[in-house]
């Protein structure tokens, strides 16, 4: 789109606005400012530096705006070429002309390099609630919506506040007081124990609240993590460009009530596993073993007790990790956990982990010293959420259907009417011939066959998808690493055993340290480090056939 112009217009509650012949690429970072929601003009303002590149102007303000007819701007598009209409109030996004094949997910490159290397990206990650119509005529501006507008919103001081705290005291003190809780001495027994903080996180999760008029909690967990997510993988991509991230201004108007992204969906359930374990303990301490009375200075004191453990808690690194409040509002912030990266906008604390004990291949890229920045924790723990789905419920999963839930354990080997039988489905231990035969490096070398024949493997990768040079330039070796930690996550969601990781990230650490050093030949070379880099794969693709195709992709780029 390089040298062409477009028009934009840009309907806000209040007024519309229109720039006539913008640059292309400014239409596309504009509608990649869309893809945070944004409500107002003021919002635009906020969020322009974590979408605008370099030749862009210094702020949304300077760009060429003025206030025009909305009737007078809609006639005008049946003169022009190009043009694209954004509307906060509707939340609709209409695009014609240059703009055709412009889609709600995608990265588009607005700037090369001298060696004519893409170097400038931005992605255009529309809000669920939000529409795109592309080939768009111009009378379709004034036209309603295809789907009513229904935004999701989280209502973070009823998850995180009193009314949590609340439904703990009283399921705890109420089993307390049955004549269940007189037969069991619960917090003496793990197996007890486990069940009973399943059963207190369910309820909550699941039970209509009256608060909600009837909705259950569950539905403000979810919503939105998806959308949040892509957010913040946008934003690693300046690493990868070599600039600063931009957090999302706690100024933002939606910054309190936006979805949960899946970060801060873990932590949040962490919390509740966290608060309602504690409060069984508490019980334990208060009321030993024989009668036990439950009076009113118990809900109270327990009450007090919970909130300052949550608050505690949050503010605490778990295992020399993040602590989960900054864990949180990174994803609020729609950012990545780094350290040692500029962010504009956010205040890193101290972190004392150690990346070189961390199973974050990013984490032990710093411990090598091969990057200006480092990621601290990659959402590893928290946003892959591995544990969330070892209790197979649909209560506690990550997915927000039941349908999608129930899709995923088919997928899995699960059976609606008999338990999932480990030895007898699981691939990692008996993986069916057809799969198996099909080696690592066969799978690459298909790479070049037609996208429709590539499509049962896409999307490969979750995160960055450029194709990264190595092993010379900055961006790719972070690029190679940011797919080394999504296949470490994958892994580790399906139980790779630790040395297995431990193994994966030595030999991949190795073939980068020897290539960083010039080697070209022999043991320990870059040569022998890739083909024992290779190797390794292809032992794992065996293991785990359902990873071929990351495991092909992540070989075709050594």
Not at 178 to 194: E, F, P, Q, V
Not at 540 to 553: G, T
Request: contains cysteine; aromatic residues 8%.
């Amino acid at each position: 789109m390089d040298g062409e112009t477009t028009t934009v217009v840009l309907v806000v509650d209040g007024g519309c606005f229109w720039a006539v012949d913008l640059e292309s690429d400014w239409a596309v970072a504009l509608m990649a400012m869309a893809s945070e929601d944004p409500n107002t003009w003021r919002d635009l303002v906020l969020v322009w530096e974590r979408h605008a590149y370099p030749a862009m102007p210094a702020q949304f303000d300077d760009l060429p705006w003025e206030a025009v007819d909305p009737v007078e701007a809609r006639e005008a598009l049946d003169d022009q070429n190009s043009w694209v209409w954004i509307d906060l109030v509707d939340k609709r996004v209409l695009a014609s002309g240059l703009f055709d094949e412009i889609e709600r997910n995608d990265v588009y490159s607005l700037s090369e390099d001298k060696r004519g290397r893409e170097c400038w990206q931005v992605s255009i990650d529309l809000a669920p609630w939000w529409e795109l119509v592309v080939e768009a005529e111009p009378e379709e501006v004034a036209a309603p919506r295809e789907l009513p507008l229904e935004v999701r919103r989280t209502d973070r001081d009823f998850l995180y506040g009193r009314p949590l705290l609340e439904h703990i005291v009283g399921r705890v003190l109420d089993f307390v007081a049955s004549d269940r809780g007189a037969k069991m001495d619960a917090w003496s027994d793990r197996t007890n124990l486990h069940d009973l903080v399943l059963e207190v996180h369910r309820e909550w999760l699941m039970t209509p609240h009256p608060q909600l008029h009837g909705v259950i909690p569950r539905s403000l967990v979810h919503g939105g993590a998806d959308w949040i997510d892509r957010l913040g993988r946008s934003q690693s991509r300046r690493a990868v460009d070599q600039k600063g991230l931009v957090a999302l201004s706690a100024e933002f108007s939606n910054y309190e009530v936006a979805p949960m992204g899946r970060e801060e969906m873990v932590a949040y359930s962490d919390l509740c596993r966290e608060v309602i374990l504690e409060a069984w303990r508490w019980a334990g301490r208060t009321f030993p073993r024989g009668p036990r009375v439950v009076e009113a200075r118990h809900g109270e004191e327990l009450l007090a007790y919970l909130q300052s453990r949550a608050e505690a808690w949050l503010q605490t690194e778990q295992d020399g990790e993040a602590p989960p409040a900054l864990v949180i509002e990174c994803s609020r912030r729609r950012i990545p956990l780094l350290t040692s990266v500029p962010v504009r906008g956010i205040t890193w604390p101290e972190l004392h982990g150690s990346a070189t004990d961390c199973e974050c291949p990013i984490c032990r890229w710093q411990a090598d010293q091969m990057a200006g920045g480092t990621f601290a924790d990659l959402s590893l723990g928290f946003g892959e959420s591995q544990w969330m789905e070892l209790d197979e419920e649909f209560a506690f999963s990550m997915y927000e259907t039941r349908e999608e839930w129930e899709e995923q354990r088919m997928d899995l080997g699960y059976d609606d009417d008999e338990e999932f039988d480990d030895e007898d489905e699981d691939w990692s231990e008996d993986p069916p011939a057809e799969v198996v035969a099909q080696p690592v490096g066969r799978v690459a070398a298909e790479k070049g066959k037609s996208s429709q024949e590539q499509d049962p493997f896409a999307p490969i990768w979750s995160g960055v998808s450029r194709e990264f040079e190595l092993p010379d330039d900055f961006a790719g070796q972070l690029g190679l690493t940011f797919l080394m930690a999504e296949l470490v996550s994958e892994l580790k969601s399906r139980r790779a055993s630790a040395e297995e990781i431990r193994e994966l990230n030595e030999r991949f650490a190795e073939r980068r340290r020897v290539r960083a050093g010039g080697g070209d030949s022999g043991r320990g070379s870059g040569r022998g480090a890739r083909k024992e880099f290779g190797d390794y794969l292809e032992g794992l693709a065996s293991q785990y056939p359902d990873l071929i195709p990351r495991l092909a992709d992540l070989q075709s780029r050594i």
